[in-house]
């Protein structure tokens, strides 16, 4: 029976009868082995599988009968020899050096000469353009509600309703503010929960203390400023050296340094943050009523002001160091200081109404109109002024001649 049998080489061997021999056999392992590796090539660089056409028949004719090869002739067999060429991965490697051109190397023509034959390589033109890119962020904002927004800015703010807090401090200050016989007056913060709820805090303080000298030994300047300002605090009788025995519903307060190179006074103000947590959560800020500031809105101020033919400004200086603290509540207002880093650590209480508290704007400002009230008599002018014409301690205001701006400045 007549067979034929092809290789994976593509050599096709008409036989009647095709028997292997070994020789036979290592022939077409080199054969096949080279045929993967070209098939791998082929592969990476995408040429076309094609069948063989106008192929060379080779006929072999094999004798029936035939000797066994010794095995001393086995041993003298010359084997295939390994050709020192690069492996397939080294191969693609080199020739997907610029990678993002590999796909279009079949159209190019040139070719380079290698151990499996010609192929196709090198780079070719590519064109590229540096397209604009825009993008747009659109705020799907009504058009009716940015349209009511021109008569709404332009329209003079309504009168701010009193809330609840604002009627309990007016309420609460009537109640409990006195005057003492130099003029000066007392007033209370007003406390939503009983100060006898706060946590303990010393141990915070002292932290904050110990972390503001760490500045203070770095900047010498600062620490003349701070200890100058302080120094004044103590002098002025705004704060007196207590003892540190341990008392119910006591809050020390943690203070800082706010240092203003623009101010031509006092470039140093010290501030007191009574918004500091205890150990339980609670602060001194967060147990007080929140009054707002007892005066007309800045708005109708300024509209005001503008309508003198004659205008001037003033300023009440330490308006808030002004009023004093009923001396039940001074223990809420203890500060931790020490002058000096070798002095031991003393502890002050805060005498006066104090900036950085939550009700210390609705108390100064208050205070502030009683006086006017109560003075109207003495200063009818004056306590005009203070009524109508003064937002927190500054005063905006003017008269239609030279000489009432003057009788206005003296009175």
Not at 26 to 51: F, M, Q
Not at 179 to 203: A, E, H, W
Not at 257 to 278: E, P
Not at 356 to 372: D, H, I, V, Y
């Amino acid at each position: 029976m007549k067979e034929k049998k092809s290789s994976p080489s593509g050599v096709v061997f008409d036989l009647d009868l095709w028997i292997p021999t070994h020789q036979t056999l290592a022939l077409l392992a080199s054969v096949n082995s080279l045929t993967k590796l070209g098939e791998k090539a082929a592969n990476i660089i995408y040429l076309n599988d094609e069948d063989l056409k106008n192929y060379d028949k080779i006929k072999s004719i094999i004798l029936q009968e035939f000797e066994p090869t010794p095995q001393s002739c086995l041993e003298n067999f010359k084997k295939a020899t390994r050709q020192n060429c690069e492996s397939h991965v080294q191969f693609a490697s080199r020739l997907t050096t610029n990678w993002e051109y590999y796909l279009k190397l079949r159209n190019v023509s040139n070719f380079e000469n290698t151990v499996f034959g010609y192929i196709a390589s090198g780079s070719i033109p590519v064109s590229s353009e540096n397209k604009p890119h825009c993008g747009l962020i659109k705020d799907n904002v009504d058009l009716e509600k940015t349209m009511r927004r021109f008569w709404e800015i332009e329209n003079v703010e309504p009168e701010t309703i009193k809330n609840k807090e604002t009627i309990i401090c007016e309420e609460h200050f009537q109640k409990n503010h006195t005057r003492d016989n130099t003029g000066r007056y007392i007033v209370s913060m007003p406390f939503k929960k009983d100060p006898n709820c706060l946590g303990q805090s010393k141990d915070i303080a002292l932290k904050k203390l110990n972390s503001l000298w760490n500045r203070l030994q770095r900047e010498p300047n600062y620490l003349k400023l701070y200890r100058d300002f302080l120094k004044e605090y103590k002098e002025l009788g705004h704060m007196q050296e207590v003892d540190e025995r341990e008392e119910c519903g006591m809050y020390f307060i943690p203070h800082l340094g706010v240092y203003r190179s623009d101010k031509k006074t006092s470039k140093l103000r010290v501030v007191f943050n009574a918004l500091s947590a205890t150990t339980n959560g609670y602060s001194l800020n967060s147990l007080q009523y929140n009054g707002g500031a007892a005066q007309n809105d800045l708005f109708s101020i300024m509209v005001r002001f503008r309508k003198h033919i004659f205008a001037f400004i003033a300023d009440v200086q330490k308006m808030y160091r002004m009023i004093w603290i009923n001396p039940d509540q001074r223990k809420l207002q203890r500060i931790l200081w020490r002058e000096n880093m070798d002095e031991p650590i003393k502890t002050f209480e805060l005498s006066t109404v104090t900036y950085g508290t939550t009700s210390a704007p609705f108390l100064a400002t208050r205070t502030l109109k009683q006086l006017a009230l109560d003075e109207a008599g003495n200063f009818p002018l004056g306590s005009s002024v203070v009524m109508s014409d003064m937002y927190i301690d500054d005063v905006l205001t003017g008269a239609e001649t030279l000489l009432e701006a003057k009788e206005l400045k003296i009175n």
